[in-house]
Every structure is written in structure tokens, then in C-alpha cells.
């Protein structure tokens, strides 16, 4: 016989020659133990989940909500007319001189392109809100670093009637 099938006839005499109180220990530790895993694998994850539930539900709720906010927007901007190139350019000249000497722009073609340097977040929001509003301009390329308070880098946004 192999030892495999041994162990469980070896650990059935063990079982028989312990005294009957010793038995009822092996069975409430076998109980025991069979409860702890049960507990760890089964209950406690699906436990964990169903807490963890609303928490994650209202934060699902929240971006769906932002995301619907920004969908309603963007149509909103799709139905208004189109800018020229002319007028975007001068719109987003007006929105960059606002910012200071945290930005440069250097409008070619189709596309204009910003750089910054030392720029806080709400001067980039602005910036942006006034380019997506005013001059109907789209951010296709972005490469912005963290400096201290501020940005430095460059936004590419595409301009004009022919987007």
C-alpha cells in the first residue's frame, strides 16, 4: 500500500483508540478549524464586498453624473457654429494674455500651440474653458510637468471650421 492511502486508515485507529471526551476535542477542533476556513474564503470576502457596497455605489453615482455634465456640455459645443481660424486665433491671443508671461502661444495653420511656464492650475483651466468655448479649439497634445506651484510644457489644440 501506498502512503496516501495508509494515512487516512492509520488516523481512523488513532481516532478509535482515543477515550470518548478526547474524540468530542478532535470533533469541536475539527469543527473549529472547518469554520475558520469556510469564514476566511467564503463569507468574510462577500462580507467585505456588501460593506463596502454603498461607499462605492455613490462614488459610481458621482461620476456618472460628471460624466453626463461633461457628454451634455460637449454637445451643447458641437451645436454652436463654427469659428474661423481668424477669430479662434484672437480668442485664444485674448485667453493667453490673461495668464501673463506664464504662457506663450504660436498659432501655425490649423493648430495653436502654448507654452508654459510657471502656470497654476486654475490659469490652465482658464485657458482651456476660453479655447473649448470661444475659439471652439480642441486639445490634441498635451506635455505639462509639475514645477513647484505651477506647469511648465506645451498644449497643441486644434483650431478652425475644419475640425
Same mark, same amino acid.
Given at each position: 500500500m501506498s502512503a496516501t492511502a495508509t494515512l487516512p486508515t492509520s488516523l481512523a485507529a488513532r481516532y478509535a483508540a482515543l477515550a470518548p471526551r478526547e474524540r468530542v476535542l478532535v470533533a469541536v477542533m475539527a469543527g473549529a478549524l472547518a469554520f475558520l476556513v469556510v469564514w476566511l474564503i467564503a463569507v !468574510? =470576502?462577500?462580507?467585505?464586498? +456588501?460593506? &463596502?457596497? =454603498?461607499? !462605492? !455605489?455613490? +462614488? @459610481?453615482?458621482?461620476? +456618472? +453624473?460628471?460624466?453626463? *455634465?461633461?457628454? @451634455? &456640455?460637449?454637445?451643447q459645443l458641437r451645436g454652436l457654429p463654427p469659428v474661423s481660424s481668424t477669430a479662434a486665433a484672437q480668442v485664444l491671443k485674448s485667453a493667453t494674455?490673461?495668464? %501673463? %508671461?506664464? %504662457?506663450? #502661444?504660436? *498659432?501655425?495653420?490649423? !493648430?495653436?500651440? #502654448?507654452s508654459l511656464t510657471g502656470a497654476s492650475g486654475e490659469d490652465l483651466r482658464q485657458w482651456l474653458m476660453q479655447a473649448r468655448g470661444g475659439a471652439r479649439a480642441r486639445p490634441i497634445e498635451a506635455n505639462l510637468s509639475r514645477v513647484g506651484d505651477g506647469y511648465n510644457g506645451t498644449l497643441v489644440v486644434a483650431i478652425g471650421s475644419a475640425q
Open positions: !468574510r =470576502p462577500a462580507w467585505r464586498t +456588501l460593506a &463596502e457596497a =454603498p461607499a !462605492r !455605489r455613490a +462614488l @459610481a453615482d458621482a461620476q +456618472l +453624473l460628471q460624466m453626463q *455634465v461633461i457628454a @451634455a &456640455e460637449a454637445k494674455d490673461q495668464m %501673463g %508671461g506664464k %504662457g506663450k #502661444l504660436i *498659432v501655425q495653420n490649423d !493648430r495653436a500651440t #502654448l
